[in-house]
DNA sequence: CCGGATCCGGTTAGATACTG
DNA sequence: CAGTATCTAACCGGATCCGG
């Protein structure tokens, strides 16, 4: 349970050995962003095995980082929340984060994409502000994939919650986008803009001029998309 | 050589697969603070196994962060110096440290204590600027600890230099600090004051007054001291 | 479906010794 | 001084299984 200390009095030292641990942080950018049930966080971590994510809780928890609360009298149904002490641990996030967008190459990584993660982040992200005040879907298409990852329906709801589906809701669709999965990927980061996919020809889009026009509006991208990449 | 990746385009993993490995961050603090030689890096990281630290060393001039220069024709006397991407990894190392020193509990790294990493730690962030302007010498004493690492002499040279020993350099003490190896670490790391410990019988002080009186300015404390604890 | 636990094989890290 | 080499222990990934 414990991990192997560094045995350095170094408050460096103190907090890496809490951090520094295969998939710590990744976990830690989930709970910061605001997911809480164990599926959610697999969702958002989807090559982290159960068993790890389990453990790695336990080893937040007993941190004081995540308080786990009870939802219901029987057992198996947890929220995972951060504690003060897990919430001021954002900063940390951001700073890894910004250093990583601005000096790691990313053309290695743009080799394992996940049509999933991506689709999940944008929901997370969407600004609902320029959606118009209805129902409002979107149908994302990545003709390049497999039938069941292919089509994506991002839903704005008139309450203005946002919902994800892979599998089709029947209700009218609003735009249709057609794009293959490492534009759209390279445009959630900030590498490229909605306005150079579609003059490239490597963005399509159909149906409402309105949403097509303000599509880098409401296309909430990677927190980390503003900072200007460097490396290399 | 090549660390498995989390294959996640987001750029906290992107960083997360170089930085979040054992050993590493505490590596890139010594960096930060300045060492450059392999045995000075050792120093500073005396638990890291030398074949592990060569390995991290060569991970990080991969990634573009640590630059080898070579010192001479002879093979084997290099130096390891940050790179712009990682002289831009110190908010990183500190927004760690900063988290560190406020939200982990102290007390188990305060039983893994070593005197020689706190001299080191001292010598490097000594401020001379209130020592008298000619050599000056303070021996450091701590008596429970065994005779090979008891007595430790910190030397600001004339030209504002500090070296550290552990053998008697034979020069004469201009003050003599009697203290347990817990208490020093305490106050280097801003639990406690100077002149708290001295209060309390913990620290013993003989020899110049004005560097007795002036010890809290001169014994530059580390980085974080200033960030006050909020753990438990 | 949710929230894990268990088992097993491969990789990483620690300890120690050794070399140019 | 500046690293390698070797062996063993710990950790991690992947698959499977289990109780509500």
Redesign the interface.
Known sequence: MTNA????????????E?????????LL?ELVAGSSRFNELRRGVP?MSPALLSKRLSELET???VRRERLSEAPGIDAYRLTE?GH??Q???E??????????E?E???E???PE??MW?MRRNLDTDPVPDRRVVIEFTYPELPEAQRRWWLIVEPDRTVDLCHIDPGFDVDLYARVDLRTM?EIW?GLRSVADAVDREALLLVGSTSLTRTMQTWLGL?P?AR?AK???
Chains 1, 2 share one sequence.
């Open positions: 200390s560094y045995k350095q009095f170094c408050p460096v030292a103190m907090a890496a809490l951090l520094c641990t295969r998939w710590t942080v990744i950018r090559r941190a004081g980082v002490a001021d641990l900063p940390v996030i700073a890894i984060g910004t250093w990583g967008q601005k000096w790691v990313t290695p990584s743009l394992n994409l996940d993660l991506l982040d990927t980061m990677s980390f900072q460097l490396a290399r």
